[in-house]
């Protein structure tokens, strides 16, 4: 059920998908609420619709039917400008083949953001730095994405979706490409840096074990939207 | 943002777009450099190509223009004769009294200017003077009163000593400061140059700096007394103009005045700039045409550099798509797309700047003497690059890039976010609408084909430079079309046993976004070789022919002056009888030819002794009536008494240009009324585009007899059981040593022909070096590309079972499908390309007619040529994919 209490970062109504009219839809009358500060984890069989869901929250796509309110704006209605500073300012994007850009070396990707959210060059990376010695990733600052592994690559990630300090991130199988020492590497690191700032984060996978360290599990089962079960508050086990 | 309170300023977002721009857009250009270089290349030749055409007609322009410049000085009219080249001198006599009149405010000047050419000391004197092809502008101006021309500057230590010199010697004359220079000319120097037959030696009293009237023909003349310069021409009592200096307060006044002493039908009261649009007129029609096929060669660039973008923008996509997920805004995506584009462009244009300077200095040469020999009469000095050439041309590198950037870069920033968030191997490949560019490119042929009807705009083929642009946009949007469906047609009738078949076809339709564009790339670079090849071979077999048919006579005789230089140098009456005396002679015709003006229009007045014509001539005419007909009724008209009508014959160009058929009117201005004509027949002539007249010598000098005595060339008919080379033997022998002349046979005169013909049209074949470059490059660079992109395809298909050697047949049978849909729709678009060649652009350009000649050994040499260049491209990408490892194929997608 909708719940539209003043602490919610996120409200989607009766959000619908379909991308042919020849097909059924991707995505079926979806409802939930997303609370400031939360984990939520997104679960269900490949072709269920996670991810069309989480497009539709990062507005990288448009719904059939249905709201998306973050903040209470709904960003459906966005310009293309306004749809650019949102992503800039209030979100970040975690994907499951890291999406570094390959030309640019590991302290120029994390401070990306940053630089497009007008921090000077010399600030941006100073904080870069800083948020790379948080990841144990300081030594390869200069190294090009493809010089790192998997693990290193998701961790630049988790610092580069962060570091502007986003109220939400969405991540897509954020440890589905790494092997489960890195992965469970990589879970800690989104857990501990977007608890400490605040920062929502959804996450869609396949892994009952990772789901079960967030907050919240959502599932999803042919587009249509099956199970919403609290889980153990996330900020008890960040401070246990 | 929680917590970091920033709005980027104006200096920030300039220094993100300048570090995105260092990170992302230039270190992926770099590392890609093998498709970097492919763009900067495809930039670098169109660029080239434009700038070594425009440069090359621009230096041989030059030298005539700049000496009109130069010579003129502070005059600011001039009289000049309208119809043929020369004034006579008697017009002075109420010019001079005006001048009288107006105390000597008006200034007045006669000028008279001719040609010859340099004579090479002989250091043996037993040894005939052999002329070079160095062309000498002879000046002849009033040394005693010197009043329009700048005040002389001569150069340091070489002013004369004795200036009365000038006027007491026939053979003392002052020299421009590059001819002394390059031959070491000081003042006393004894040089020689061959006027009209005779080589006359002359001496040096003074030498000018190539300024004022020193700078005629760049400082490549001779200046002498008028007095000195008319005999030295064999032009006594001529003029070529007269200069005048009308102050500006008297003009109105004044010009008047002088327009109505002057015989208004032969000459022309003018500002001295417009005798160089006399030669711009000329010369419009080679410079159009030359630059319309260098523009053409800058769009077949255009495709390279969109079938290379185009791969390089899909490679991006996901990058543009996290940049765009991350917040960037597409606007700033777009403009360093944009910056990125103009950067490729500049540098391919500095490198098109470099490479154009080299092919000019291979073809400078060509058209500098095509030129010289067809149009000016005066050689380039050198290379002269206008300084607004280079502007152009990087300009047009750029623009070139951002067209061939535009689509590939749109169809890249339309990616969505959402791209960003798939695995690479299942992104979405871009469907191409080929139903969509099929309407596209069949509205540019139905363009294209109306267009190619509508007449030139002031004989400019505007709308035929269109639709051989719209032909070729057109043809290479059906081509998406065309490749799909024959796909689909040829998949069942290829026989079953060759397995990697299918596996060619699959990959080579399922990338038909980028097997369409390469295809599309190569066909339009064979399409301009095909059609220019087409519309060459067929103009030379015609001019074949018609040197066949027309050239009837021996031997042709003419001075070497005229040969160098169209329309100076003559034969005088004594040497014509000379060789009429010669033992085995039975006939010469002396035949004049004028440089004159018809409503506006350049054109050549032709007299000849028609009733020979008649007897041994033969020429084409277009509504195919016998030779002997037409000049027999030209010959009896001109019996007639003066002020009646009567004949001519005009060439096809001509007619063309006039708007003329047989049977209309036409009126020539002479010395003594106007000479009223009928065209009796229109003859096809590939001599001269600016046209001919021809007209009986006898009937015109009855209207000018200034003319009597001049002749420019003598087709001599020999004996019957005599031979020319006999003929010739003994003219040589008598004629006086100082008498040089140009005698070719029959044959050697067709091979002349063919000769300069060769030497036309010798820089385009750097265009079709160009052209076929362009389509290897693309063969290579499309296939190195599938082959990477398939991958996953290929690892699976040896999963499956397939051998090295069925790989191998795989990637060679894209290559052969890239050769097939490439060359074959190339050399078909090259017919369609060249049908408006020939019979629009090179009709309404020079009206020539020139039947269209296929030929089926061109096509299919063309054809094989293409399939050998994609194998031995594909080999080395097929190596590749038979090499690449199962595994790691897999994994990278």
New interface residues.
Partial sequence: MPNSCSSSLIIVENLSKQYQLSEPAVLKSVSFTVEKGSFVSLMGPSGCGKSTLLHLLGALDTPTSGTVRVNGAVISAFSEAELALFRQQQLGFVFQFFNLLPTLSVLENVSLPLLLNGVSNHQAHAVAMDWLGKVGLSHRAKAAPPQLSGGEQQRAAVVRALIHKPFLVLADEPTGNLDSASGEAVMTILKELAFAQGTSIIMATHSEELARQTDRLLRLRDGVLVQDEPLKPLHTEVLA | ????E????WQ?KI??AW?LFL??NL??AL?TPWRTSLTVLGIALGVAVVLAMNAATWSAMDAFKAGITEVAGSSNWEVVPTAVPTLDEQVLRPLYELEAQTDEAVKIAPVLEGQGLWVNPSLNKSEPLVPTAEVVSILGVDMVQNKTTDSVQWVAGQAPINWFQLFQNGNHVLVGETLAKRHGLTVGSRFSLLVNTTVEPLQVTGILQAKGVGGSSGGDCVIADLATVQPLLNQAGRLSRVSLIVPKALEASVLPKIKQVLPASTVSLQPPQRRGQRVETLLKSYQINLTALSLIALLVGAFLIYNTLNVVMVRRK??LA?????????RLLQLLLLAEATLLGLVGSVLGLGLGLLMLSGMSQAVSQTLQAIYTGVGSAGLIIPPWLPWVAIGLGIATTWVGAYFPTKEALAV???E??R??GSQVKAQLNTVKWLKLGGVFIVFSVILAFLPAVDGVPIAGYIATKLLLLGSAFCLPWVIKNTIVWLQPILPANWVWTPAALALFSGALNRTATACASVMVSIALLVSLSLLIGSFRSSVQLWVLQSLKADLFIQPYTHEMSRGGGRLSNETVELIRSVAGVAAVDNFLELDATYQGQPYKLGLGRMDLFAEHGNVKFVNGEATRSVITRVVALAKQPKNAVYGAIVSEPFAMKHHLVQGDKLTLPTPKGNLNLTVEGVYFDYASEQGYVIIPRQLYERFDGSMVGQNTSASVYVQPNVSADTVKTALLKVLPPTQLLSIRTNQQLREEVLRVFDQTFAITYVMQAVALGIALLTVLNTLWTLVLESQQELAILKVIGFQGRQIRAVVLSQALLLAFFGGGGGIMVGCGLAVILVHVLNYQSFGWTVPLQFSWVLAGQTFLGVALGALLGGWSPAQLAVKASILKSLRSQ
């Fill in positions: 943002m929680q917590t970091v920033t709005t980027p300023t920030k220094g993100l570090q990170q992302w270190r992926s590392a996901p990058e996290t940049l765009l997920v991350i917040g960037t805004p597409k969505q976010p959402a960003a968030v695995p690479q």
